[in-house]
Structure formats: structure tokens, C-alpha cells
């Protein structure tokens, strides 16, 4: 048995129930990304231009999720590393495989009506884009993208794939040690070149992507969390330190979206903001604030949930918009992304709902039409 303790279902905050207030927040950065990635499109970045930091708040949240995987199974025999590594990504990608099957689809005929582009030019996209879909551009392919947003979902398909093995077998050593090392050696790092962690397709020393190096950072933070996140829960606070511990909360992300919004200057000082976001972070999912159990209902649940088509379905618009609506007013622009954003984020859950609700008849009729009867 492992020193560390497998959390009882009883437990505040380590319940298989969602967290709301995690899904609430998962919706608003998805928001705040999109508006940036908007202004940044029109050239009028008035709406939380630094919004790039959203990401750091996903990555830490995947790893605090696979942690709490794994401590669900400490005391299953492993026979078989690799493949339960491999098992444990390939159910991660095929959960949002339909948002992102279609969000690319969505994206790469937006991205080609706005511009006509030679046929040689055509076929290299279809390339760029079959290795954007395999989610291997944090590898270093620096192509084409259909869908810019998804190097978050390949940064972190590639960091979990490296981390789960070292994680299940020794699930202790790295919680407490490796996990905390190398995010705070990572953040050193970005602190003491003076390099700030928006850029994600930019190469760190012509080696690495930093996208990549952010999410083996905040996805060790997130792990890191999670023996706290248990000591926390397990504890019965009084009101009165329940109370303090919801201002600190609150603190914490309001210093957070001042800095999404560029109220500081975020160079430096994103390293700062992860600081501030990870003890944030902890907070919310220990669920030792006073209103905590207040967001645990369906609607929060079901943000978290469209969240991801959220993130996945705007990016072309703004792009679209930024084309086409050049000599429109900042105020109609943002309308009329405002409008079709929403309209492509919810025709991306509810197809990716059907698709996964009738798979098995999906996949039946599939076979059917490929493979032939013995």
C-alpha cells in the first residue's frame, strides 16, 4: 500500500461529483480567450488582451484530474505500463474527439473562405491539418492551422503520456517531489530570461515549443495540488476561517483577471500570475470557501461541460470577421462574432452530444459499410 492515502468518496471537494465552481471558471477563460483572440483579429484589443494566461488555468486542472485518477487505482496491480498510459491518453482524446472532429471541419472552411488559395497550397493545408488533427503540432510542426486554439489539447495529450507512467508507479515521489520541482524550476526558468508565457508556438532555445514547456509546468502544478486539495478537504473549518478563505479565493482571481486584462504589465510577472492562480486554484477545489456547495448545480455543470466547444468553435470567426467586416464598427464586429461564435459553440456540443449518445450504432453501420462478414 502506498504511504499516501486513497481518498474516501465522502470526502468534501473529492467526490465523483463535477465541481462547479471549476466549471464555471472553465467557462468564463473559454470566454475570455475567445474575446482575445477576437481583438487581437480586429486589431482593437481592449478585451483582455493577455487573456493567453487562460490556459494555465486548463493545464492545471488536467492535472489535478489525473491525479485523482490514479489515486483511484493505487491499489490495482500495474502489469502493463505502457499500455495503461497509452489507454489512459487515448480515453482523453477520443472523450472530445466529436468537438474537435467537427470544430477542424468548421475551421478549415471558414479559413478557406476567407482567402481562395492555390491548389498546391490546398493539399499542404490538408497535410498541416491531418497533423493538427493527430494533435502532434506541440511536437514542433509549426504548420498551417485550421484551428489554432487545439495546441492546448496536443500540449496536453503529450505531457499526460510522459507524466501518467512515471505517476502510477510512483505515485507518492511524484506528488510530493518531482511534481513540485519541476514546475518551480519551470517557472524560474520563464522568470529569469524574462520570458512571458503567452506564444505557445514559440520555440524556447530552438529546441522545445514553449506551449509544450507550459503545460509540463502547470500539468505537475495541478498534480502537485491534489495532496493538498486531500488535506484540505478532510479538515472542518469554522465559519469564521471558511469566510477567509473565500475572500483569499476571490482575491486571487480578481488579481488574475486584472491581469488578463492588462491592468499590469504581464511580462515578468506571468510567472507572478501563476503563483496567484495555483493558490486560487486550490481553493476551489478543496471547497473550503463558505459559498463553495452554492455552485454545484446543473447550469454551472453544463458551462463546464459546453466550455470546450467554447474554446474550440471561434477561432475562425475571428478571423472571418477581421476579413470581411473591416469597415464595421468595433461594436457591430463583436456582435456579429458574439453571434456566430455562440451559434457554432452550440452546434459543436449538441452534434458531439448525438455522435456520442449513438456511437456504438455509429460504429456498427461503419463496419458494416468496411468490413466484410466472414
Partial sequence: MNNFEKPKETVAGLSNRRNGKIDLLRFVFSVCIALMHFGTSVGDARLFPKAGLCVEFFFLVSGYL?????????????????????????????????????AFV????????????????????????????????????????????????SAMLIIMLLIYPLLRKRFDLFCYVIAPLTGFFLLGFFEMTGTDLRTPMEAVGNTVLKGTLRGLMEICFGIMLYPLVTALSKIRFRVGVRCIFSVIEFLCYAFYFRCLQGTFDTGKTDTYCVIILITAVLLSFSQTGVFSVLFNNRLFSWLGKFSLSVYLGHRCWSLYIAAKMKNAGYTVQLLWFIILASVTALFIHFVSQYLRKNKQKIFSTLSGWCVRDA
Fill in 106 to 153: 468548421i475551421g478549415f472552411t471558414v479559413r478557406h473562405l476567407i482567402s481562395a488559395v492555390s491548389p498546391a497550397t490546398f493539399e499542404k493545408h490538408i497535410l498541416a491539418g491531418f497533423v493538427e488533427f493527430l494533435n502532434l503540432k506541440m511536437f514542433g510542426f509549426d504548420l498551417w492551422s485550421a484551428n489554432g486554439p487545439t495546441w492546448y489539447i
Fill in 66 to 102: 489525473m491525479a485523482k485518477h490514479v489515486a483511484k487505482i493505487m491499489d490495482q496491480p500495474c502489469e502493463r505500463l505502457g499500455s495503461e498510459s497509452f489507454s489512459y491518453v487515448r480515453k482523453k482524446f477520443f472523450s472530445i474527439c466529436p468537438q474537435i472532429i467537427i
